[in-house]
């Protein structure tokens, strides 16, 4: 019976869920030891160096044993959790298993295997460690909770739940793992959201409830002891706090550090009049073809950099070390440095230099809100040309931005301000902000680079260099 149920267990291993990933923390399980799970089914969420992202089961079966708690880095490749595939119930006491041993359906060997992205299946199978205690959970149980976790109310799932499982608070697994991060107990936090579900305002408004009782409490006067030094003192709160390097921020350290001493750095910075950028914009709002899109000053400041870009093609190119190289991209996939919560991450928009200006603005605000809700997928960040990442939302005049690592430029774009201004001969109150660009001096002269400056600058100046340009 033993040899028979070694041989039903498949192991899940951590898949390589974006190119060249080497480890991923298990931000949640979403399963326990005896849940019937499905193909297909998400049995946790993991975050990598680029994303957080949930990892589907590729086969359906009960799960046996979880191999590692939530927090742990994980390397790609070794086993995560145990599964057996023949359908069977969470494993019982061994004394009592003979009654069971009947009728077992083989697995079936030549049948379809899902796979994911950078998971191999294995036709060996792999010794498991003995599970600690005899949770089951039925198949009901286990849907609902599912459907909890993936933001769904229960009701859809017709099951008769058990009390841990309904009592559960519902919240999506990203406001899961800010309330983590606060150290928020979702169970205190009083939902607002449809269906009762928890939203990341709730988690927010619940910090000082939550966060108070974890002051100091008076302590009793008592009767003056005898004199001695005290061993520890506590204070109201750490004068420094330790942060692990891992995840986004652990990728961005490494590849600002390999661009910074890898690409010879050099910026560039004009200040442009944009006011009729501004008032572009403004008309374009209530255009009948931008209903419903989004529509900002991003919008024509990457439309302006996409032409610079197709009136300088050598701008759009990577350095090739290892074959001593200059690839010349004949494609624009334009990244948008995003602050998120995990960090900043740099999605790109794919053959944006081939999109209209209304797909143009469908695919910035498709990737903007991907990016706030901590949905970008790690094939989002990758294959990117050029970025603008724009500093100007936080007030910022100009900076001087670090190549993303593979890419040959990247544009700044400072705050737009009301400053007196020489227009027409007269100095008159405009909208004025300042670009800056930095270029990897391996393949991009000084020349080349201010001519895509200045282009861009002229066409903020005067929009319909769009179209005579374009």
Not at 8 to 27: C, H, N, Q, Y
Not at 269 to 285: A, W
Not at 297 to 317: E, G, M, Y
Not at 352 to 373: F, I, Y
Request: glycine share 8%.
């Amino acid at each position: 019976m033993t040899t028979m149920t070694e041989a039903s267990v498949r192991e899940f291993k951590m898949p390589d869920v974006g190119e060249g990933l080497t480890e991923a923390e298990i931000l949640k399980w979403y399963v326990q030891p005896g849940d019937t799970v499905t193909d297909g089914q998400v049995v946790c969420e993991v975050e990598t160096a680029k994303a957080a992202v949930e990892l589907p089961i590729p086969y359906d079966g009960v799960v046996r044993e979880l191999h590692f708690p939530e927090g742990t880095t994980v390397d790609v490749g070794t086993s995560i959790i145990a599964v057996d595939v023949a359908g069977g119930a969470a494993p019982e006491v061994p004394a009592q298993a003979p009654a069971a041993e009947p009728a077992q359906e083989e697995p079936k060997p030549e049948g379809r295997q899902p796979v994911l992205v950078g998971y191999g299946v294995s036709t060996s199978a792999t010794k498991r460690r003995p599970r600690k205690g005899p949770e089951v959970a039925t198949p009901q149980a286990s849907t609902a909770l599912q459907a909890e976790l993936n933001g769904h109310s229960a009701q859809a799932v017709a099951a008769p739940a058990t009390a841990a499982v309904k009592d559960r608070p519902l919240a999506k697994p990203p406001v899961r793992k800010l309330a983590k991060d606060l150290g928020v107990d979702l169970a205190t936090v009083v939902p607002s959201g449809p269906d009762g579900i928890i939203t990341r305002e709730d988690v927010h408004a619940a910090v000082p409830a939550t966060a108070a009782p974890q002051a100091p409490e008076p302590v009793p006067a008592q009767a003056p002891a005898a004199a001695a030094p005290a061993p520890a003192v506590t204070y109201d709160g750490a004068r420094e706090t330790r942060v692990p390097v891992k995840g986004v921020r652990k990728a961005t350290a490494a590849a600002m550090v390999g661009s910074a001493f890898t690409a010879p750095h050099v910026t560039e910075f004009v200040t442009v009049d944009v006011t009729r950028t501004m008032k572009l914009v403004e008309e374009l709002k209530q255009d009948k073809e931008m209903q419903g899109l989004r529509v900002n000053p991003l919008l024509l400041i990457a439309k302006a950099l996409l032409v610079a870009i197709k009136r300088n093609p050598d701008i759009n190119a990577s350095w090739d070390e290892a074959n001593q190289e200059i690839v010349l991209k004949h494609y624009v996939n334009l990244g948008i440095a995003a602050a998120t919560p995990r960090g900043l991450i740099v999605p790109n928009i794919k053959d944006a230099h081939a999109k209209t200006l209304p797909q143009l603005a469908q695919a910035l605000g498709e990737l903007v809100s991907t990016a706030r809700e901590g949905k970008t997928s790690p094939a989002a960040m990758q294959g990117g040309t050029v970025t603008i990442t724009n500093v100007g939302v936080f007030g910022v005049d100009t900076g001087t931005p670090i190549l993303n690592p593979g890419e040959s430029a990247i544009l700044a774009v400072g705050a737009i301000k009301l400053q007196p201004w020489v227009h027409k001969g007269k100095v008159k109150p405009r909208q004025v902000t300042t670009l800056a660009l930095s270029f990897d001096h391996r393949l991009v002269d000084g020349e080349l680079g201010s001519k895509v400056l200045a282009d861009v600058a002229a066409i903020l100046e005067e929009p319909k260099r769009l179209i005579t340009w374009a």
